[in-house]
Protein backbone atom coordinates (compact mmCIF):
# COMPACT_ATOMS: atom_id res chain seq x y z
CA UNK A 1 0.00 0.00 0.00
CA UNK A 2 2.97 2.26 1.06
CA UNK A 3 4.47 1.66 -2.18
CA UNK A 4 1.83 2.50 -4.27
CA UNK A 5 1.42 6.16 -2.54
CA UNK A 6 4.96 6.70 -2.60
CA UNK A 7 4.26 6.66 -6.85
CA UNK A 8 1.67 8.66 -6.33
CA UNK A 9 3.16 12.29 -7.11
CA UNK A 10 1.71 15.71 -5.98
CA UNK A 11 0.50 16.38 -10.21
CA UNK A 12 -1.49 13.58 -9.93
CA UNK A 13 -3.19 14.09 -6.72
CA UNK A 14 -4.25 17.33 -7.86
CA UNK A 15 -5.57 16.08 -11.20
CA UNK A 16 -7.71 13.35 -9.58
CA UNK A 17 -9.37 16.10 -7.24
CA UNK A 18 -9.92 18.36 -10.60
CA UNK A 19 -10.69 15.97 -13.12
CA UNK A 20 -13.46 14.22 -10.44
CA UNK A 21 -15.43 17.21 -10.35
CA UNK A 22 -14.95 18.48 -13.71
CA UNK A 23 -16.18 14.87 -15.31
CA UNK A 24 -18.86 14.91 -12.77
CA UNK A 25 -20.28 18.25 -13.81
CA UNK A 26 -19.87 17.72 -17.07
CA UNK A 27 -22.13 13.79 -16.89
CA UNK A 28 -24.51 15.57 -14.87
CA UNK A 29 -26.20 17.50 -18.36
CA UNK A 30 -25.93 13.30 -19.90
CA UNK A 31 -28.78 10.79 -19.73
CA UNK A 32 -26.06 9.02 -17.02
CA UNK A 33 -26.70 11.95 -14.28
CA UNK A 34 -28.39 9.86 -12.12
CA UNK A 35 -26.31 7.11 -11.84
CA UNK A 36 -23.88 9.86 -11.46
CA UNK A 37 -25.61 11.47 -8.67
CA UNK A 38 -25.18 8.21 -6.55
CA UNK A 39 -21.58 8.61 -7.28
CA UNK A 40 -20.96 11.37 -4.97
CA UNK A 41 -20.51 9.14 -1.91
CA UNK A 42 -17.65 8.10 -3.38
CA UNK A 43 -16.49 11.33 -5.05
CA UNK A 44 -16.25 12.65 -1.58
CA UNK A 45 -13.94 9.58 -0.18
CA UNK A 46 -11.53 10.11 -3.09
CA UNK A 47 -11.41 14.00 -2.31
CA UNK A 48 -10.77 13.22 1.22
CA UNK A 49 -8.50 10.66 0.98
CA UNK A 50 -6.39 12.60 -1.98
CA UNK A 51 -6.19 15.19 1.01
CA UNK A 52 -4.91 12.48 3.45
CA UNK A 53 -2.38 11.36 1.44
CA UNK A 54 -0.60 14.46 1.37
CA UNK A 55 -1.39 15.89 4.28
CA UNK A 56 1.53 15.72 6.66
CA UNK A 57 -0.31 14.23 10.05
CA UNK A 58 0.52 13.81 13.63
CA UNK A 59 -2.01 12.60 16.32
CA UNK A 60 -3.19 16.11 17.44
CA UNK A 61 -3.85 16.78 13.88
CA UNK A 62 -5.83 13.33 13.55
CA UNK A 63 -7.65 13.85 16.46
CA UNK A 64 -8.69 17.41 15.17
CA UNK A 65 -9.97 16.05 12.07
CA UNK A 66 -11.78 12.83 13.53
CA UNK A 67 -13.58 15.73 16.42
CA UNK A 68 -14.80 18.01 13.44
CA UNK A 69 -16.22 15.42 11.75
CA UNK A 70 -17.81 13.79 14.69
CA UNK A 71 -19.06 17.36 15.71
CA UNK A 72 -20.29 18.75 12.11
CA UNK A 73 -22.35 14.75 12.27
CA UNK A 74 -24.21 15.42 15.14
CA UNK A 75 -24.24 19.34 15.16
CA UNK A 76 -26.35 18.29 11.59
CA UNK A 77 -28.34 15.09 13.75
CA UNK A 78 -29.78 17.73 15.85
CA UNK A 79 -30.68 20.22 13.21
CA UNK A 80 -32.63 17.65 11.05
CA UNK A 81 -34.12 16.47 14.21
CA UNK A 82 -35.22 19.97 15.70
CA UNK A 83 -35.16 22.20 12.87
CA UNK A 84 -33.49 24.96 15.46
CA UNK A 85 -30.22 25.44 14.23
CA UNK A 86 -30.25 25.48 10.68
CA UNK A 87 -34.16 25.36 9.67
CA UNK A 88 -36.26 22.51 8.49
CA UNK A 89 -34.59 20.26 6.20
CA UNK A 90 -34.51 16.42 5.16
CA UNK A 91 -31.51 14.58 3.67
CA UNK A 92 -32.11 12.60 0.53
CA UNK A 93 -30.60 9.66 -0.67
CA UNK A 94 -27.72 10.70 -2.70
CA UNK A 95 -25.14 10.97 0.25
CA UNK A 96 -25.15 7.57 1.01
CA UNK A 97 -25.66 5.41 4.40
CA UNK A 98 -27.93 7.68 7.20
CA UNK A 99 -27.76 7.38 10.62
CA UNK A 100 -30.36 8.92 12.40
CA UNK A 101 -31.56 10.67 9.41
CA UNK A 102 -28.64 12.42 8.46
CA UNK A 103 -25.52 10.81 5.85
CA UNK A 104 -22.16 9.36 7.64
CA UNK A 105 -20.31 11.51 4.80
CA UNK A 106 -21.63 14.44 6.00
CA UNK A 107 -19.49 14.29 8.79
CA UNK A 108 -16.61 13.77 6.61
CA UNK A 109 -17.51 16.48 4.82
CA UNK A 110 -17.57 19.28 7.55
CA UNK A 111 -14.19 18.02 8.24
CA UNK A 112 -12.80 17.65 4.85
CA UNK A 113 -14.34 21.57 4.62
CA UNK A 114 -12.58 22.71 7.30
CA UNK A 115 -9.16 21.95 6.73
CA UNK A 116 -9.60 22.77 2.44
CA UNK A 117 -10.17 26.53 3.62
CA UNK A 118 -8.34 26.59 6.50
CA UNK A 119 -4.81 25.30 5.42
CA UNK A 120 -4.34 28.02 2.69
CA UNK A 121 -6.00 30.55 5.17
CA UNK A 122 -3.54 29.94 7.84
CA UNK A 123 -0.53 31.40 4.85
CA UNK A 124 -1.72 34.83 5.40
CA UNK A 125 -0.24 37.10 7.66
CA UNK A 126 -2.92 38.08 10.28
CA UNK A 127 -4.10 37.40 13.56
CA UNK A 128 -5.49 34.74 14.27
CA UNK A 129 -8.89 36.03 15.40
CA UNK A 130 -9.09 37.05 12.13
CA UNK A 131 -8.29 33.84 10.22
CA UNK A 132 -10.93 32.56 12.14
CA UNK A 133 -13.56 35.33 11.10
CA UNK A 134 -12.72 35.02 7.50
CA UNK A 135 -12.42 31.35 6.98
CA UNK A 136 -15.68 31.17 8.26
CA UNK A 137 -17.29 33.90 5.75
CA UNK A 138 -15.77 31.66 3.21
CA UNK A 139 -17.43 28.74 4.76
CA UNK A 140 -20.60 30.61 4.45
CA UNK A 141 -19.90 31.67 0.87
CA UNK A 142 -19.31 27.87 -0.23
CA UNK A 143 -22.20 27.10 1.25
CA UNK A 144 -24.34 29.68 -0.39
CA UNK A 145 -22.95 27.94 -3.77
CA UNK A 146 -23.78 24.67 -2.44
CA UNK A 147 -27.51 25.85 -1.19
CA UNK A 148 -29.46 26.02 -4.57
CA UNK A 149 -27.27 22.84 -6.50
CA UNK A 150 -27.84 20.29 -3.11
CA UNK A 151 -31.55 20.99 -3.71
CA UNK A 152 -31.80 20.13 -7.29
CA UNK A 153 -29.53 17.17 -7.31
CA UNK A 154 -31.84 15.68 -3.89
CA UNK A 155 -28.96 15.84 -1.92
CA UNK A 156 -31.32 17.59 0.84
CA UNK A 157 -34.42 19.49 0.70
CA UNK A 158 -35.80 22.74 2.69
CA UNK A 159 -39.68 22.95 4.16
CA UNK A 160 -42.13 24.66 1.20
CA UNK A 161 -38.40 24.75 -1.28
CA UNK A 162 -37.20 27.73 1.06
CA UNK A 163 -33.70 27.91 1.98
CA UNK A 164 -33.67 29.99 5.18
CA UNK A 165 -30.99 32.85 6.36
CA UNK A 166 -31.06 31.51 9.43
CA UNK A 167 -29.25 28.63 7.75
CA UNK A 168 -26.33 30.56 6.54
CA UNK A 169 -26.11 32.08 9.74
CA UNK A 170 -25.96 29.09 11.92
CA UNK A 171 -23.25 27.81 9.15
CA UNK A 172 -21.30 30.80 9.86
CA UNK A 173 -21.90 30.20 13.68
CA UNK A 174 -20.51 26.92 13.16
CA UNK A 175 -17.81 27.19 11.01
CA UNK A 176 -16.24 29.80 13.51
CA UNK A 177 -16.42 27.25 16.59
CA UNK A 178 -14.67 24.73 14.48
CA UNK A 179 -12.04 27.10 12.91
CA UNK A 180 -11.60 28.14 16.27
CA UNK A 181 -10.41 25.13 16.99
CA UNK A 182 -8.47 24.53 13.71
CA UNK A 183 -6.34 27.49 14.16
CA UNK A 184 -5.89 27.94 18.19
CA UNK A 185 -4.88 24.37 18.76
CA UNK A 186 -1.64 23.10 18.11
CA UNK A 187 -2.25 21.18 15.04
CA UNK A 188 -0.35 20.88 11.79
CA UNK A 189 -2.01 23.44 8.81
CA UNK A 190 -0.30 21.91 5.90
CA UNK A 191 -1.36 20.29 2.72
CA UNK A 192 -0.37 21.24 -0.84
CA UNK A 193 -3.90 19.43 -1.80
CA UNK A 194 -6.25 21.71 0.17
CA UNK A 195 -6.50 25.03 -1.76
CA UNK A 196 -7.13 22.64 -4.57
CA UNK A 197 -9.81 20.87 -3.38
CA UNK A 198 -11.43 24.41 -2.35
CA UNK A 199 -11.05 25.11 -5.88
CA UNK A 200 -12.81 22.28 -7.49
CA UNK A 201 -15.43 22.71 -4.90
CA UNK A 202 -16.17 26.22 -6.20
CA UNK A 203 -15.94 25.97 -9.76
CA UNK A 204 -18.17 22.93 -9.34
CA UNK A 205 -20.75 24.28 -7.78
CA UNK A 206 -20.53 27.93 -9.41
CA UNK A 207 -20.71 26.00 -12.84
CA UNK A 208 -23.99 24.22 -11.67
CA UNK A 209 -25.89 27.23 -10.47
CA UNK A 210 -25.28 28.51 -13.81
CA UNK A 211 -25.96 25.66 -15.50
CA UNK A 212 -28.59 23.34 -14.08
CA UNK A 213 -31.71 26.26 -14.23
CA UNK A 214 -31.25 25.99 -18.31
CA UNK A 215 -31.26 22.62 -18.50
Request: hydrophobic letters at 60%.
Amino acid sequence: MKAWIDRIDLRTGIGLVMLSHAVGMIALFTPFAKHVISLTPLNMVLTAAVMVVFSKLDAPTVRLALILGALGYFVEVIGVHTGRIFGNYAYGEALGVKILRVPLLIGLNWSMLVFAVGVPMDRANLPTWAKVLLSSMAMVGLDLLMEPVAVRLGFWSWEQGIIPVRNYVAWGITSMAFFSLFFFLPVRRENPVARYVLLAQVLFFAGLNLLLPLT
